[in-house]
């Protein structure tokens, strides 16, 4: 079939995801954004540029695109990213992942422009130990974001929690609670090895651990049938809850089978597999005036590159803040 994005293993690639920064206004434990330095600005893909990139892909099969970062908030006039693939007939889903920090302003904005949904990330709900996890006190601007987006109607709201033993393991609970009385999907996620690895040996928990525990308290979950909107995640329920639970079990299992997705970096490369660092050069492409064929191809060579599974302990040099989650 011509118009489809097809991998090295046959599966259909239909779901872009953009990171538009490498830029953050959190310094997360385990992404250290301080260690690192930024691309310049001239070296980020502009909005033009990834419009581009977009329209031809879409042509190719793409349907959903995600923007992330980085912080996607703090590139200047997002919304305006967001309204310009909305006109595109082929994308019928976009959505943003974010910290939320930036939220409360951008909501409406991004609503206006024809956001779908949000992916919120929220690791704790200590104001304390959010300085800790990502060395900001900013916890009452998520909170204030979070509340935003649920005013502007962008429901179900997706928040993900990074599972961090010993960091955030004693609030399991509570979060899984917050899925009781709101149209939330709390959704926990496995820490990958990306970064710096003793933090990754000390603070690795599985989602299958964290699933007990919530059983433990709330009794047993029932399965909630999702899908499109789960992704790679299981998705349950507390019994009679208005919301859903979902775990990611990026590290103890792994979904590469279903994998659809393919990366766009904000330097420009496409990046097959979130854990393998095999990059392709779209910018150069992009600003040499390449025809669109010659960057589908590109897209296409990358692809036939794409392993059927990522390794259980990947050597991922690129830190998580460059390729966006
Ligand atoms: N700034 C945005 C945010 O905070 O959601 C988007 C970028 S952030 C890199 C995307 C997601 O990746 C966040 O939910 C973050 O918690 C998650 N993440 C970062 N490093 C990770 C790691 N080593 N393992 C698992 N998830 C990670």
């Known amino acids: ?10 599966r259909v690639v239909n779901y872009l995801r953009i990171s538009v920064t490498d830029r953050c206004n959190l310094n997360c434990c385990y992404c250290n954004t301080s260690k690192r330095e930024f691309i310049p600005h001239d070296e980020i893909l502009s909005y033009e540029e990834i419009l581009k990139a977009v329209e031809i892909m879409a042509k190719k099969g793409i349907k ?8 996607p908030l703090v590139r200047k006039d997002i919304d305006l990213l967001v309204k310009e693939i ?12 974010t910290n939320g920090t930036l939220l409360s302003e951008y909501a409406g904005k991004l609503k206006k422009a024809g956001i779908s949904r949000l992916n919120i990330s929220l690791d704790t709900l200590n104001p304390d130990k959010f300085i800790k996890i990502t060395g900001k006190d900013k916890f009452k601007s998520v909170f204030e974001g979070i509340k935003a987006a649920q005013e502007e109607g962008l429901n179900p709201i997706k928040i993900n929690t990074v599972i961090l033993n010993e960091m955030n393991s004693p609030e399991i609970e509570e979060l899984a609670e917050l899925s009781v009385k709101n149209d939330f999907h709390m959704r926990f996620i496995e ?8 933090f990754f040996q000390k603070h690795q928990m599985s989602a299958e651990s964290v699933k007990k525990i919530i059983e433990n308290r709330f009794g047993a979950l029932v399965k909630a049938d999702s899908k499109p909107l789960a992704g790679p995640a299981s998705m349950y329920k507390i ?14 299992s792994h979904f590469c089978a279903g994998c659809n997705r393919i990366r766009l970096t904000s330097d420009g490369k496409i990046r097959p597999c979130l854990l393998e660092d095999d990059l392709f050069d779209l910018k150069t492409l992009l600003r040499n005036g390449a025809g669109d064929q010659e960057i589908v191809d590109l897209i296409n060579f990358a692809l036939m590159k794409k392993a059927s599974a990522h390794e259980i302990m990947p050597d991922v040099k690129t830190q998580m803040v460059s390729i966006g989650g």
């Open 64 to 71: 959903k695109v995600r923007l992330t970062g980085g912080e």
């Open 239 to 252: 019994r009679n809850s208005k919301g859903q639970l979902g775990f990611i079990n990026a590290m103890t």
């Open 1 to 10: 079939m011509k118009n489809r994005l097809i991998d090295s293993q046959g």
């Open 86 to 97: 909305n006109k595109l007939e082929q994308i019928n889903e976009i959505t943003l992942t």
């Open 191 to 198: 820490l990958m090895p990306i970064g710096e690895n003793d």
